[in-house]
């Protein structure tokens, strides 16, 4: 499997931007599938997730009301619709796949996912 995460830039704060992971070799329809941050000298962050069926979606506190994950099952591509940014929020995004099907639950450990895209960065200037 493979998960490639785009859409990471420079945007000012208060300002909007949407990262989107496509997969490859497995269909996300039956996986949680997760997004998670991280800076430098620092653990990754939970940020989102989205269970397989999309019904559960669970947020990190600080990104709560801010940020929106997404599925699109046909394009076995998930997403990360962030609003209101926030220097705090600058960071390498990364989006991640439970290895187990058809989990129910929140998973906010990273090592709960089996599998990783390469990272997308996200640069919030004040």
């Known amino acids: 499997v493979q998960l490639q995460a785009s859409g990471g830039g420079l945007v000012q704060a208060g300002g909007s931007l949407s990262l989107y992971c496509v997969v490859s070799?497995?269909?996300?329809?039956?996986?949680?599938m997760a997004w998670f941050r991280q800076t430098p000298g620092t653990e990754r962050e939970f940020v989102a997730m989205?269970?397989?069926?999309?019904?559960?979606?669970y947020y990190g506190n600080n990104v709560k009301g801010r940020f929106n994950i997404s599925r699109d099952n046909a394009r076995n591509t998930i997403y990360l619709h962030m609003n209101n940014l926030e220097p705090a929020d600058s960071g390498v995004y990364f989006c991640?796949?439970?290895?187990?099907?058809?989990?129910?639950?929140?998973?906010?450990?990273?090592?709960?996912?089996?599998?990783w895209g390469q990272g997308t960065l996200v640069t919030v200037s004040s």
């Open positions: 991640a796949s439970r290895g187990e099907k058809y989990t129910m639950g929140l998973y906010m450990s990273w090592d709960a996912y089996d599998d």
């Open positions: 989205s269970n397989w069926s999309g019904f559960e979606k």
């Open positions: 070799g497995r269909p996300i329809r039956q996986y949680g």
